[in-house]
């Protein structure tokens, strides 16, 4: 059963007085199924975050449509567009947008507050979560007094507490160093297995190669896409290495 | 190229933080022109008309150290939001080389260039404010008073040193913050949440105490003329601990809050008490800055609202009916029936000479002196007395016949030689037996609680006790004796008729001077047998009553305008650097999936949790300030505790919905600023 599908996505930006249009996305269509890993990867300026803005209701499409969980996001009224994040979608930033004003634990509920659970279920909630990803010990801490990569971590409960039918990561790595890295990139695929639908941006073809499917993009279309099919991290990692290796020639499209 | 690095450098930051800049230069300007306006009174000439303007003028300049004070502290805070987004700045300059001694520059010239715009709009505001004021002024005056208000030299001079020290601590301050930080802190420092102040309990317990000091000295103090520096000294400390006891508090309350997971983990008070966690100082800061800035306002708009409503009842105190005479004796033997008959038709006499038929008149003998108590027994002699004793224990005795008093309450007391009865005014003075020391002693029978008496006691700080006795001729004998100084004698009689009459205001003030001319003239003084004699009318003095009460109350009002003015401006500067501080945060709130409705409900449950500390405080401050404005306005003969409870609560009242106003408001543009931030991201 595929949980989104998105046909024919174009995205239109006008400069301010009108004159320069920038064409980000030009067509996009793929779906996702249901517990899938899929990584988006395209070079800067592709349309990656674009595409990412539009499957998260924050940015609007010029054409085309995006379907979650069969439901239309045009047709979810504005009025109801936060909320409707909130209930179906997870988000993870390559920045974490944790909030300064709040403890790990209480970033983490945020989302649960705002749909008005109370701290009881709250809590059985995050127990498991976080000491899955290893942050139990630092939940009482403000994001200013941990590391990167513990920030993400709760960034990262704090997109699974909601149990999403969706995560969109935006270069979740993008500011981590190396361990941190491998650790989240473990997490992402735990959490994966136990069955969360993960969609993910990235550059970095080590976060790309943990996925089970990668889509290229560039020039704003689906340029090219991997099944990972039965091949290890490692295989898969050298397939997207040479895949980019042939987009940057510019060899393949004619 | 060189000379003019820093100042643009420094011009620039300015120019690129306006949204920063702009309320503070605007707060402190409001703070300088606040000050101008207390000192320009001070040192002008519009109270030389005032009675009472030696006090006034020390007042305004005991005042005006107060908002010296107040607009230290206040801008201290309001420069900590100012430091703090600006360390991020300075992180990078000194992360790209620049030393701290050169970003200490950049703050000099920054400093330098808010104080004197700041300073500037303050004097030129203060100053256009004043010449503004002038045109009201004869307005309330009814008429004929007017005073030149114009700029004042010294008052200039001392706005410049006192904001100028300000200024030069602030400076101070932020170069010390930034001396002590490494450049990643600087960086990072905006990030940081506030760590509650090291030894909260200790600055909370020290506020309380300096509250409960201040409020024991308010209770306390008995005559606040005298001891106007103790009083200011009690204002000062009230400010002072109302800054600790809110900053603390406010830590406090927070913590509690969030530790209450049921009310914590709702949606609207979730965002709302992390926010106040997060800046829990500030918070407290601003809060009791609003709290002062309302106990100022109640405080000069309730005791000259009173004043002003209240003229008609210190007139009617002071001047009982339309036309009031008194005539002076020497002897005791004057008090004699037959004489003061013989004075009676004389009036009497005149009146009808000029048409004039008394209504609700009344006539009595009274004999008046001062007296001291001390070991419960009255002195009348001692001159040198100390100034406590003056305050505390030192009395107006009166002295009326039981005859006079029974016909003009139309009672029919009885007494027996040796017995009296005792009206006690502005005191609660009690005792069974008055003695006085080398003179007679009366057996107190009963205590009343009225006389219709004349003006003295009303014009008279001193608290004063009536002692009715069967007799003034035969009864004081003893005492006339003994109370006599350097030859004169201290036992003043005399015989007084107050009366009513039909005429126009216009014909009350022909027929005053008239019957003054005449009730002086040596030989009426002789046929009628008087030595001396005091006039007054009512319509005569109200015009000066009208005039002293109108320019109080305007100069009130215009106190509480100022003071309104500054509430304003900290709710909005609250408002506004709190909106952009947490713009960032709501767009990440906005991001996670947190609806605009959502965002206007948090702001509500912020606005109701801290909304009424201020109020509630600033009326606590008020019920202690009650009994000193009680004894101030006594000084003006108003004993209205009603009128004065009524124009207190009525000002609370005007407080809190101007205040609930500009809450609403100013929380509109704290809405606008949070809930637009989309922040664009590429």
Redesign the interface.
């Known amino acids: 059963m595929s949980i989104l599908e998105v046909k024919g996505l174009q995205k239109v930006y006008a400069s301010r007085f009108g004159g320069n249009k920038v064409e980000a996305l030009k067509n996009v269509s793929f779906s996702v199924e249901a517990g899938e890993y899929v990584a988006i990867m395209g070079e800067s300026g592709s349309g990656k ?1 674009t595409l990412l803005n539009i499957l ?1 209701a ?1 940015d609007k499409p010029t054409a085309g449509t995006v379907i979650l969980d069969g439901k239309n996001l045009k047709e979810v009224r504005e ?1 109801a567009i ?2 409707f ?3 179906n ?1 997870g ?1 993870v ?1 390559q920045d974490f ?6 403890t790990l634990e ?1 970033n983490i ?3 649960l ?7 009881q279920e ?1 809590r059985e909630r995050l127990m498991p979560i976080a000491e899955k990803l290893g942050i139990s010990a630092l939940l009482k801490k ?3 007094e941990v590391s990167g990569g513990q920030k993400q971590r709760a960034a990262v409960a ?1 997109a699974m507490i909601t149990n999403p039918k969706l995560i969109l990561a935006d270069e979740p790595t993008g500011a981590l160093d190396s361990r941190s890295t491998d650790e989240l990139l473990q997490q992402f695929a735990e959490v994966n297995r136990m069955g969360q639908t993960i969609l993910m941006v990235t550059h970095s073809v080590k976060a790309a190669s943990v996925s089970s499917r990668v889509l290229f993009i560039k020039d704003g279309e689906v340029f090219h896409q991997i099944y990972r099919g039965s091949d290890t991290d490692e295989q898969l990692y050298q397939k997207i290495s040479d895949t980019l290796t042939l987009l940057a020639t510019g060899g393949m499209k004619q | 190229m060189k000379i003019g690095f820093y100042p643009r450098l420094a011009a620039d930051g300015i120019r690129k933080n306006k949204r920063m800049f702009t309320p503070f230069i605007l707060t402190c300007a409001g703070m300088v022109m606040m000050f101008y306006i207390i000192m320009y009174l001070a040192v002008s000439s519009v109270l030389d008309s005032l009675i009472g303007a030696e006090t006034l003028r020390q007042m305004f300049a005991l005042g005006s150290w107060v908002i010296a004070v107040f607009a230290a502290i206040f801008l201290f805070y309001t420069n900590s939001f100012l430091i703090r987004r600006r360390k991020k700045e300075f992180g990078l300059y000194n992360m790209l080389g620049m030393g701290k001694r050169n970003i200490a520059r950049i703050l000099f010239w920054e400093t330098l260039i808010t104080a004197v715009v700041s300073i500037s709009l303050g004097l030129v505001g203060g100053i256009a404010f004043s010449k503004f004021a002038e045109l009201g002024m004869v307005n309330t005056m009814h008429g004929e008073v007017t005073y030149d208000l114009s700029v004042s030299g010294v008052a200039v001079v001392r706005c410049l040193q006192v904001f100028g020290v300000i200024f030069f601590l602030l400076l101070l301050n932020s170069i010390r913050q930034v001396r002590f930080s490494s450049a990643i802190s600087l960086l ?1 420092s905006e ?3 506030e760590k509650p102040p090291k030894g909260n309990w200790l600055f909370g317990i020290l506020g309380i105490a300096l509250l409960a000091g201040a409020y024991y000295l308010a209770a306390t103090i008995e005559n606040p003329v005298a001891a106007l520096f103790v009083f200011f000294a009690a204002v000062v400390m009230v400010i002072v601990g109302t800054y600790l006891a809110m900053i603390s508090g406010s830590v406090l309350f927070c913590r509690m809050l969030q530790k209450k ?2 009310y ?4 609207n008070h ?2 709302s008490v ?2 106040m ?2 800046r829990m100082k500030r918070n407290g800061a601003g809060l009791a800055s609003i709290c002062i800035l309302a106990t100022m306002v109640l405080v000069i708009m309730a005791s000259t609202a009173c004043l002003y409503f209240g003229e008609r009842d210190v007139i009617e105190s002071r001047y009982p009916r339309d036309i009031n005479l008194e005539f002076r004796f020497d002897e005791l033997s004057d008090f004699a029936d037959e004489r003061t008959q013989i004075l009676k038709n004389g009036v009497m006499a005149e009146l009808e000479a000029r048409n004039v038929t008394p209504q609700n008149a009344y006539y009595y003998r009274s004999a008046n002196l001062y007296g001291v108590i001390r070991d419960d027994v009255v002195e009348v002699n001692s001159v040198f007395i100390s100034e406590a004793e003056a305050i505390n224990s030192s009395y107006l005795f009166y002295f009326v016949p039981l005859a006079d008093y029974n016909e003009v309450m139309g009672t029919h007391e009885t007494l027996d030689e040796g017995e009296a009865l005792l009206y006690s005014y502005r005191t609660d003075f009690n005792t069974d037996r008055i003695t006085f020391r080398g003179g007679e002693s009366f057996q107190i029978k009963k205590k009343i609680d009225a006389f219709t008496g004349s003006g003295d006691t009303a014009m008279d700080m001193l608290s004063s006790l009536m002692l009715v006795i069967p007799d003034l001729e035969t009864g004081l004998q003893q005492i006339d004796n003994i109370a006599v100084y350097e030859g004169s004698k201290l036992l003043q009689m005399k015989w007084i008729c107050n009366l009513d009459t039909e005429l126009t205001p216009e014909e009350q003030i022909t027929l005053y001077h008239d019957l003054t001319n005449t009730f002086l003239n040596d030989s009426v003084k002789e046929t009628l047998g008087y030595v001396g004699v005091y006039t007054s009318s009512q319509e005569f003095e109200q015009d000066d009553f009208y005039g002293l009460f109108g320019s109080l109350f305007y100069l009130g009002m215009i106190l509480s305008f100022v003071f309104l003015l500054a509430t304003v401006l900290i709710i909005y500067y609250k408002q506004i650097s709190e909106g952009y501080e947490d713009q960032a ?1 709501f767009a ?11 965002i206007r409900k948090s702001i509500n449950s912020q606005l109701l949790t801290v909304f009424f500390f201020p109020l509630i405080l600033a009326a606590i401050h008020m019920c202690f300030a009650f009994p000193i404005v009680r004894k101030l306005l006594l000084m003006f003969n108003l004993n209205n505790v009603i009128l004065f409870a009524a124009t207190t609560g009525i000002s609370l009242l005007i407080f809190a919905v101007f205040y609930t106003i500009v809450y609403r408001l100013t929380s509109n543009a704290y809405y606008k600023i949070v809930s637009d931030a989309r922040e664009e ?2």
């Open positions: 975050t998260a924050l009025s936060a909320a994040r909130r209930d979608l988000f930033f947008n944790l909030l300064d004003t709040f209480d509920y945020l989302p507050v705002l749909t008005g659970k109370s701290y709250m403000y994001p200013y704090r | 990072r990030n940081a949440g997971k049921s914590y983990y709702k949606p979730f965002v992390s926010s966690v997060y945060r990440i709130m906005q991001k996670v999936g947190m609806t605009k409705r959502e991201k590429g």
